[in-house]
Nanobody, 116 residues
Framework: QVQLVESGGGLVQAGGSLTLSCEVS????????WTWYRQFPEKPREVVAT???????TYADSVKGRFTISRDGARRAVRLQMNGLKPEDTAVYYC??????????WGRGTQVTVSS
């Protein structure tokens, strides 16, 4: 059973930093891309950052220069380093993977709250 487990969310003051982690287990398929999404209340999920198997990274304009997605080489996981957090970054953050098996999976999400 494939599982994605996110961690690292929490409450932080504006200007602060958090690092989210997403670890996958239960599969041996390679992962074509890791993506972090976020969801604001009563809004659809939106892409925050993507890391492909080839190392290509893309970011939403709203987080460029502040967020960094990277592999955690020691584990089958990715991180999302979030610096310069703003109250408008407050959302539930979800990890999503696209496997070489053509199956996709979501994590359950982790809450990030930025106070002003």
């Amino acid at each position: 059973q494939v599982q994605l487990v996110e961690s690292g969310g929490g409450l932080v003051q504006a200007g602060g930093s958090l690092t989210l982690s997403c670890e996958v287990s239960g599969t041996t398929y390679s992962i074509n891309a890791w993506t972090w999404y976020r969801q604001f209340p009563e809004k659809p999920r939106e892409v925050v950052a993507t890391l492909t198997r080839t190392g290509l990274t893309t970011y939403a304009d709203s987080v460029k220069g502040r967020f960094t997605i990277s592999r955690d080489g020691a584990r089958r996981a990715v991180r999302l380093q979030m610096n310069g957090l703003k109250p408008e970054d407050t959302a539930v953050y979800y990890c999503f993977i696209d496997q070489s098996s053509r199956r996709t999976y979501w994590g359950r999400g982790t809450q990030v709250t930025v106070s002003s």
